[in-house]
Nanobody, 121 residues
Framework: QVQLVESGGGLVQAGGSLRLSCTAS????????MGWYRQAPGKQRELVAR???????NYADSMKGRFTISRDNANNTVYLQMNSLKPEDTAVYYC???????????????WGQGTQVTVSS
């Protein structure tokens, strides 16, 4: 069993910052890429940022320069530092991770339950 648990969401004023965390736990053999997605009401889920096990990153264009993804491999945790937040950043933020479990021996994409981020104007 593998779980991804997010934390750090909340309500913030426009221009403010939040830091999201997501920790994977369970029978993990290895973790490849980890990422953050978001879904606003009435919209499709979209990529925010992702990071490989080696630390290579990529971002959605609208997040470049404002958001920073990082990870702590020793603690199976990925972070998303969000600065200069805008009302249009309001969404449920989900983390995911490509994880090889001890039992399965192959990669599978796991998702967290999501954390709400609300940016007021």
């Amino acid at each position: 069993q593998v779980q991804l648990v997010e934390s750090g969401g909340g309500l913030v004023q426009a221009g403010g910052s939040l830091r999201l965390s997501c920790t994977a736990s369970g029978s993990i053999f290895s973790i490849n890429a980890m990422g953050w997605y978001r879904q606003a009401p009435g919209k499709q889920r979209e990529l925010v940022a992702r990071i490989t096990s080696g630390g290579s990153t990529n971002y959605a264009d609208s997040m470049k320069g404002r958001f920073t993804i990082s990870r702590d491999n020793a603690n199976n945790t990925v972070y998303l530092q969000m600065n200069s937040l805008k009302p249009e950043d309001t969404a449920v933020y989900y983390c995911n991770a490509l994880i090889t479990t001890i039992a399965a021996g192959y990669q599978y994409l796991y998702w967290g339950q999501g954390t709400q981020v609300t940016v007021s104007s």
